[in-house]
């Protein structure tokens, strides 16, 4: 499955329709994304960078730490509170952004369409053994 997905991931179909999104998204100064996925985890990472989860400082405390005496961790790291507001206001920005351009280009729907012709094409390739597999489960599910 895993390989099925990157396959349609990096198809020429979903590269044009992310080639869309990402223009869209440029045009409303999310520049440097290029994917949907590009998104979700540039926030992701932010996110962790603002509540200081990668500060070098809390890595090796979380590192150095006696997990076996004292399983609940260390002390969560303290956000700066201006750090988050700016985080939150880039955050939504972003979300609205993308969830209009994705709108826009109908990219849900596309993206479906072409996921669900590749998994067509898979079928049709792979039908006998599919259906040899059905046959086998259920004289299985039948002792």
Not at 100 to 113: E, K
Request: net charge negative.
């Amino acid at each position: 499955m895993a390989a099925r997905w990157e396959r349609v991931a990096a198809s020429a179909e979903i590269v044009a329709l992310n080639g869309e999104w990402s223009g869209c998204m440029a045009e409303a100064g999310f520049a440097d994304l290029t994917t949907v996925d590009d998104a979700q985890q540039e926030l992701y990472t932010g996110w962790s960078t603002v509540q200081g989860w990668s500060d070098p400082e809390y890595t090796a405390l979380a590192e150095s730490w006696d997990w076996g005496a004292r399983p609940d961790g260390p002390p969560a790291p303290e956000p700066d509170a201006a750090a988050v507001a700016d985080f939150t206001a880039k955050e939504i920005a972003q979300a609205v952004a993308d969830l209009g351009c994705q709108d826009q280009i109908d990219y849900s729907s596309r993206a479906l369409a072409i996921d669900h012709a590749d998994q067509q094409e898979f079928v049709d390739q792979h039908r006998d053994e599919l259906e040899a597999w059905v046959e086998a489960a259920a004289e299985a599910r039948s002792r």
